[in-house]
């Protein structure tokens, strides 16, 4: 009874505080400051038509990289607590469907495609290195799901990982040695805007962005895979 | 979106409960993408609909084996 009482009191509470913001809520016509700033000079500064990639990659590069750190932060903590340590033979497990299978085979090589045309073209068309990841790892799950015992080769991932977030720090401190600061993307020649090649360093980050969220998630998910594995042997 | 938000909270079956948060992130993607957010609509589809709802399936999976 006491106990309730305090849940609708602190309900209340939490109501009136968000009420007010809930009543002075309203779309603003103009832009802020600094949005206004972006919008005027991003497309010369960055030379990216796409103008979410170029605050997210070169205005905000630093949170861009604190945002993949955090992912491979999980990635890790995940691999730790469900290490599964050497397989051994798993007894023969139930065949996905046909259905399955021939979808997977159609369609894999489709989506990861996909996924890399999302990341490369970052700076010119919606999406970018965090989306065309997700996009690759899809097209792992679709693996994962149609064969069972397929495994994915964990050295690999490793290395893509480590690689491309060390290039993506490289890039960021060459900016400082090059270019205006960290995460410049003025460190290449803008290019002709619009083109594929263009916009400075971006499209090199957002790739490398790309493969490191692709590696992440697939190795986060072939570790659920692992356990499952695991759990059916016993 | 409103209707299969309810159903997963309030349905008994896990699984239906888990697919029916995978719809709600697919409508919400929809819905970004109508308010003009293509980047933020892709990453919705892409993590909220397919990859969660994956780990969860796996989740799922796994504690119906330890039980």
């Given at each position: 009874m006491i106990r309730n009482f305090f849940i609708l009191i602190?309900?209340?509470?939490?109501?009136?505080?968000f009420v007010s913001l809930f009543w002075n809520f309203g779309s603003s016509d103009t832009l802020s400051p600094l949005a206004e700033h972006y919008a005027n000079n991003g497309a010369d500064e960055v030379g990216a038509p796409n103008l979410v990639t170029s605050v997210i990659v070169t205005y905000r590069g630093l949170d861009t990289l604190g945002e993949v750190t955090i992912l491979f932060l999980v990635a890790a903590i995940v691999s730790f607590f469900l290490k599964t340590g050497k397989q051994e033979e798993s007894a023969p497990k139930r065949e996905s469907?046909?259905?399955?299978?021939?979808?997977?085979?159609?369609?894999?090589?489709?989506?990861?495609?996909?996924?890399?045309?999302?990341?490369?073209n970052g700076h010119l068309t919606p999406g970018g290195g965090f989306q065309g990841?997700?996009?690759?790892?899809?097209?792992?799950?679709?693996?994962?799901?149609?064969?069972?015992?397929?495994e994915i080769n964990h050295r690999i991932i490793a290395i893509v990982e480590s690689v491309s977030g060390m290039a993506f720090v490289f890039i960021g401190v060459l900016g400082i040695l090059l270019a205006g600061g960290f995460l410049d993307n003025k460190i290449l020649p803008l290019g002709n805007y619009g083109e594929i090649f263009s916009a400075g360093a971006i499209p090199i980050i957002y790739s490398l962005v790309g493969l490191k969220v692709g590696s992440e998630i697939s190795n986060i998910l072939s570790?659920?895979?692992?356990?499952?594995?695991?759990?059916c042997n016993d | 979106?409103?209707?299969?938000?309810?159903?997963?909270?309030?349905?008994?079956?896990?699984?239906?409960?888990?697919?029916?948060?995978g719809i709600v992130s697919l409508m919400a993607s929809v819905m970004?993408?109508?308010?003009?957010?293509?980047?933020?609509?892709?990453?919705?589809?892409?993590?909220?609909?397919?990859l969660s709802t994956i780990i969860f399936f796996y989740v799922l999976n796994k504690i119906r084996k330890a039980k």
């Open positions: 602190i309900l209340a509470g939490l109501a009136a505080v469907s046909e259905i399955i299978l021939t979808a997977s085979k159609l369609l894999m090589p489709i989506v990861m495609v996909m996924g890399i045309y999302v990341f490369i990841g997700a996009i690759v790892a899809s097209s792992f799950v679709l693996m994962l799901m149609a064969n069972p015992r397929f570790n659920f895979q692992g356990v499952q594995m695991k759990k | 979106m409103l209707v299969m938000a309810i159903t997963a909270i309030v349905h008994k079956k896990l699984t239906v409960a888990v697919i029916a948060t970004y993408l109508l308010m003009a957010a293509p980047d933020v609509a892709m990453t919705e589809a892409a993590i909220g609909s397919g």
